[in-house]
Nanobody, 112 residues
Framework: QVQLVESGGGLVQPGGSLTLSCRHS????????MAWYRQAPGKQRELVAS???????NYAASVKGRFTISRDNAKNTFYLQMNNLEPEGPAVYYC??????WGQGTHVTVSS
């Protein structure tokens, strides 16, 4: 089973930026869609952004224009560039490869 490992989370001030990375192991997933989800305490996990094998992207309305999802198949890694972060409580960001597996999550807190 593919293993996914996120990195790049942390505490950032409002208006700041973070880049999350998700490195996956195992087989070639260049034909698989990949996505980032987030989950705040007491709330359901929600889709933040996704990228298809053809690199078509989709974003939640709340992050469109501020977040960018990308992938580097040669490095077995995909990314979530988050700019102009808005104040919010702690959330866990999860990476996901469609029909395969989830990462363990990385914590992001946007607070002054």
């Amino acid at each position: 089973q593919v293993q996914l490992v996120e990195s790049g989370g942390g505490l950032v001030q409002p208006g700041g930026s973070l880049t999350l990375s998700c490195r996956h192991s195992g087989s070639d997933f260049s034909l698989s869609a990949m996505a980032w989800y987030r989950q705040a305490p007491g709330k359901q996990r929600e889709l933040v952004a996704s990228i298809a094998s053809g690199r078509n992207t989709n974003y939640a309305a709340s992050v469109k224009g501020r977040f960018t999802i990308s992938r580097d198949n040669a490095k077995n890694t995909f990314y979530l560039q988050m700019n102009n972060l808005e104040p919010e409580g702690p959330a866990v960001y999860y990476c996901y490869i469609a029909y395969h597996n989830w990462g363990q999550g990385t914590h992001v807190t946007v607070s002054s």
